[in-house]
């Protein structure tokens, strides 16, 4: 079992601050091609907004992006991991959750995040590295 630390700590962490209007946070997500980011008020994690979120609370519901920060339409129930954890316990947390990122929150500072994605390419990595062994 892998753990998530050296996939973690290899890349940055693309954030916004809780002012930051839905258009622009969607913007951001677009340019980076990635389908969430963490919501920060100063150093504290507020929220995540995800996909899902614009879709379900922002184009759904007819919302202005131009003008609603998305700290009115982030998700506040977080699904997290401690650093040192393996990719096998963090992806069973988010398939119990229903989620498809997962904040990594060491010491309850944000460390970065993952998808289901990034645990899925470790998981393979892994049986690779399996086959390999076995031939």
């Known amino acids: ?15 916004v601050d809780v002012a930051t209007s839905v258009g622009q946070a969607a913007r951001i997500m677009s340019e980076r091609q990635i389908g969430a980011v963490p919501v920060v008020d100063g150093d504290r994690v507020a929220g995540i907004f995800t996909e899902r979120d614009v ?26 991991a401690d650093i040192n ?24 500072r944000l460390a970065g995040i993952l998808s289901m994605r990034d645990l899925l390419a470790l998981e393979l990595d892994e049986r690779d590295e399996a086959i390999t062994l076995l031939n």
């Not at 079992?1 to 954030?15: G, N, S």
């Not at 519901?61 to 339409?73: E, I, N, R, W, Y």
């Open 1 to 15: 079992m892998k753990p998530i630390k050296p996939l973690v700590e290899k890349r940055e962490t693309v954030v």
């Open 85 to 108: 954890e393996n990719h096998d316990a963090c992806m069973r947390r988010m398939q119990q959750a229903r989620v498809r990122h997962l904040l990594v929150l060491p010491d309850g």
């Open 55 to 80: 879709l379900a609370r922002v184009v759904a519901a007819g919302v202005d992006a131009a003008t609603t920060s998305v700290s009115s339409v982030m998700s506040t129930s977080l699904v997290v």
